[in-house]
């Protein structure tokens, strides 16, 4: 994995609560206030969080697969995606992460429409957010959003943390929301 940084991370990560381990990942001193790591953040969340309880070097191994499989598939995901393609990369990311987890192939009909519809459901939320260029608080609303489909679709246990973070990054996006952002410090 690229980012070594992001897989140590999700490996010694022991919860099951997505969003906490976003907000460990997205806190490191070696993630950037935007860009296209978060691509890859959302879902490494996801796909960690959904191995919590499972023990042994076969767990291990397979979030290991699991995660460089996902960095390979966030790398087709470019910066500005959302303005460019009119799809969000950490909505992209709960997609990408859906699918490695289901198993799904371009022909299996098994996974294919919830895989669909679990992207169209967080696109909406993030649109609905109301402006562009913020990858922490869409990372924020990807997540959250996830983790009810994860355990309806593939029958997980991911928690849903009901924490709302404070952002500490604001200051350097001049299209920062300010109050109307859930996320602000001031909101």
Same mark, same amino acid.
């Given at each position: 994995?690229? %980012?070594a940084?992001?897989?140590s991370?999700c490996?010694?990560? &022991?919860?099951n !609560?997505?969003?906490?381990?976003?907000?460990v990942?997205?806190?490191s001193? &070696?993630?950037p %206030?935007f860009?296209?790591v978060h691509?890859?953040?959302v879902g490494a969340?996801?796909?960690?969080?959904s191995?919590?309880g499972?023990?042994?070097?076969?767990a291990?191994?397979?979030? @290991?697969?699991?995660?460089?499989?996902l960095e390979?598939?966030a790398? +087709?995901?470019?910066g500005a995606?959302c303005?460019?393609?009119?799809?969000?990369?950490?909505a992209a990311s +709960?997609?990408? %992460?859906?699918?490695?987890m289901?198993?799904?192939?371009?022909?299996?009909?098994?996974?294919?429409?919830?895989g669909?519809?679990?992207?169209?459901?967080?696109l909406q939320?993030?649109?609905?957010?109301?402006?562009?260029? +913020? +990858?922490?608080? !869409?990372a924020r609303?990807?997540?959250?959003?996830?983790v009810?489909w994860f355990n309806? &679709?593939?029958? @997980?246990?991911l928690a &849903?943390g009901?924490a709302?973070?404070?952002c500490?990054?604001f200051?350097?996006n001049?299209?920062?929301?300010?109050?109307?952002?859930?996320?602000?410090p001031?909101a």
């Open positions: 994995m690229e %980012a940084w992001i897989e991370a490996l010694a990560w &022991e919860g !609560d997505p969003a906490e381990l976003l907000e990942l997205m806190g001193d &070696e993630c %206030a860009g296209p691509h890859v953040l969340a996801l796909l960690t969080c191995c919590a499972k023990d042994g070097a076969a291990r191994d397979s979030l @290991t697969s699991d995660l460089a499989e390979r598939r790398a +087709c995901v470019p995606a303005a460019q393609w009119g799809v969000c990369g950490a +709960c997609g990408m %992460a859906f699918a490695i289901a198993g799904n192939a371009p022909l299996r009909r098994e996974g294919w429409s919830e669909q519809l679990i992207v169209a459901d967080i939320r993030i649109a609905r957010a109301g402006a562009p260029r +913020c +990858c922490k608080r !869409d609303i990807a997540v959250r959003a996830a009810p309806r &679709e593939l029958g @997980t246990h &849903e009901d709302i973070p404070s500490s990054v200051e350097a001049s299209a920062c929301l300010q109050g109307a952002c859930p996320y602000h001031g």
